[in-house]
């Protein structure tokens, strides 16, 4: 039979589920939850929530205490759809195409409809980082790029230049993100000190925690985990009120996971969500530069496979893929996508099941839009589990032996 409850209600379940609690147990750990001045009684609220599992009405008021519940954001547990166009954002608001706006550069001076079509143009590659072809991308965000650069040659005002400055900065972190995809670490690593000169340079507080949020991206996939927390440290003091901060906060999380403290790990994957809580859902969840409350359960799963927390990990691993995956089967996000199944095949290994985990992890590194170093970091925690448990078995090492491959491609 088909499951008609609402995507909230079956997640009520599944949560609860992979923590072992009955529904008496999730109550108590609500009401833990709950404000002093709100009363309620046990037994009544054990009511409601049969009623919310079965999808009849929705929590509503008690919202962010279920999601702080299940150690999530409010966000994530019930998110808001809304997702928006890019290119037709470009004709709505300014009229122009790509041709007008080129046109209208090569004039000898820039007007406020022109500068409102590049920003937009920059909000749409940003939302196309998730599954646009690198090398394309690449392409089009260097030529934009260089396009926004020499605009400072023309008769601009003070604030037209210092937008000038910002664009060019947010443009040089996608540049650079896709430089690392792409495995070109040392263009990456130059684009994204020009992006933080420049997020310095325009006064852009999310331009310079993103900076610093990729080098400690980088330092995540070398194995630097110190290095990870200390890059947090600085993108935190540099935009700590930015949805960049809770991305950064995510990256301390998972170098602790790594280096095996599970308690520094839950507290920086809550700071992290306490600061998601703080703010307005975001306008345009797609916009790589955008933390969207949805990703912090991505963040959550790779923590958590790596603290061994595989029941949590593997729900996790559900609900990334379902979060991301359109009804027609269009994958949104294939790289979260991707590493969610290199989760799930982790977890089936540590549970004896090879074939499982073998398939998830083939179906994890076919994908054709990939970040090679992070796919290649969490394919890693899969093919130690091979190596350690299924050295005997052919096909495991030959999908080892296909690991090693994408650690170090020629």
């Given at each position: 039979?088909?499951?008609?409850?609402?995507?909230?209600?079956?997640?009520?379940?599944?949560?609860?589920?992979?923590?072992?609690?009955?529904?008496?147990?999730?109550?108590?750990?609500?009401?833990?939850?709950?404000?002093?001045?709100?009363?309620?009684?046990?037994?009544?609220?054990?009511?409601?929530?049969?009623?919310?599992?079965?999808?009849?009405?929705?929590?509503?008021?008690?919202?962010?205490?279920?999601?702080?519940?299940?150690?999530?954001?409010?966000?994530?547990?019930?998110?808001?759809?809304?997702?928006?166009?890019?290119?037709?954002?470009?004709?709505?608001?300014?009229?122009?195409?790509?041709?007008?706006?080129?046109?209208?550069?090569?004039?000898?001076?820039?007007?406020?409809?022109?500068?409102?079509?590049?920003?937009?143009?920059?909000?749409?590659?940003?939302?196309?980082?998730?599954?646009?072809?690198?090398?394309?991308?690449?392409?089009?965000?260097?030529?934009?790029?260089?396009?926004?650069?020499?605009?400072?040659?023309?008769?601009?005002?003070?604030?037209?230049?210092?937008?000038?400055?910002?664009?060019?900065?947010?443009?040089?972190?996608?540049?650079?993100?896709?430089?690392?995809?792409?495995?070109?670490?040392?263009?990456?690593?130059?684009?994204?000190?020009?992006?933080?000169?420049?997020?310095?340079?325009?006064?852009?507080?999310?331009?310079?925690?993103?900076?610093?949020?990729?080098?400690?991206?980088?330092?995540?996939?070398?194995?630097?985990?110190?290095?990870?927390?200390?890059?947090?440290?600085?993108?935190?003091?540099?935009?700590?009120?930015?949805?960049?901060?809770?991305?950064?906060?995510?990256?301390?999380?998972?170098?602790?996971?790594?280096?095996?403290?599970?308690?520094?790990?839950?507290v920086a994957l809550d700071k992290g969500r306490l600061l998601l809580e703080t703010l307005p859902y975001p306008e345009n969840i797609e916009n790589h530069f955008v933390?969207?409350?949805?990703?912090?359960?991505?963040?959550?799963?790779?923590?958590?496979?790596?603290?061994?927390?595989?029941?949590?990990?593997?729900?996790?691993?559900?609900?990334?893929?379902?979060?991301?995956?359109?009804?027609?089967?269009?994958?949104?996000?294939?790289?979260?996508?991707?590493?969610?199944?290199?989760?799930?095949?982790?977890?089936?290994?540590?549970?004896?099941?090879?074939?499982?985990?073998?398939?998830?992890?083939?179906?994890?590194?076919?994908?054709?839009?990939?970040?090679?170093?992070?796919?290649?970091?969490?394919?890693?925690?899969?093919?130690?589990?091979?190596?350690?448990?299924?050295?005997?078995?052919?096909?495991?090492?030959?999908?080892?032996?296909?690991?090693?491959?994408?650690?170090?491609?020629?």
């Open positions: 039979m088909v499951d008609e409850r609402p995507d909230w209600a079956r997640r009520m379940v599944e949560e609860r589920a992979a923590r072992d609690w009955s529904q008496l147990d999730a109550v108590r750990a609500l009401m833990a939850r709950l404000p002093a001045d709100q009363e309620v009684g046990e037994q009544d609220l054990l009511r409601q929530w049969k009623r919310w599992e079965a999808g009849e009405n929705q929590p509503k008021k008690y919202q962010p205490y279920i999601a702080a519940t299940f150690s999530t954001t409010t966000g994530a547990f019930f998110p808001e759809r809304s997702r928006r166009d890019g290119r037709a954002e470009i004709l709505q608001v300014s009229g122009m195409d790509t041709v007008d706006i080129i046109a209208r550069l090569r004039a000898s001076d820039v007007d406020a409809a022109t500068l409102d079509a590049l920003r937009i143009t920059a909000d749409r590659l940003c939302c196309e980082y998730a599954y646009m072809p690198a090398d394309q991308l690449l392409i089009e965000g260097r030529a934009w790029l260089a396009r926004v650069v020499g605009l400072q040659h023309q008769r601009v005002s003070l604030a037209q230049h210092r937008e000038l400055i910002a664009l060019a900065g947010k443009l040089s972190l996608l540049v650079g993100c896709v430089e690392y995809d792409s495995g070109r670490p040392r263009d990456a690593e130059a684009t994204r000190q020009a992006a933080l000169m420049l997020g310095t340079e325009a006064g852009e507080l999310s331009v310079q925690g993103w900076a610093h949020e990729m080098r400690a991206w980088f330092a995540l996939t070398r194995g630097d985990y110190r290095g990870v927390i200390a890059a947090a440290e600085a993108g935190i003091a540099a935009a700590p009120n930015e949805s960049v901060a809770a991305q950064l906060y995510a990256q301390q999380a998972k170098a602790w996971a790594r280096l095996g403290d599970r308690q520094q790990t839950e933390v969207d409350p949805a990703k912090f359960d991505f963040y959550r799963m790779d923590a958590y496979r790596r603290v061994g927390e595989d029941r949590l990990a593997e729900q996790l691993a559900n609900e990334v893929i379902r979060a991301n995956t359109d009804f027609d089967g269009t994958e949104r996000a294939p790289m979260r996508i991707a590493e969610a199944r290199v989760t799930l095949g982790v977890v089936a290994a540590r549970e004896g099941d090879l074939d499982t985990a073998l398939t998830y992890g083939e179906r994890a590194l076919r994908g054709d839009r990939q970040s090679l170093p992070s796919l290649a970091m969490v394919s890693a925690d899969l093919g130690q589990v091979l190596h350690s448990r299924y050295s005997h078995a052919p096909e495991a090492v030959e999908f080892i032996a296909h690991l090693r491959e994408l650690r170090n491609p020629r």
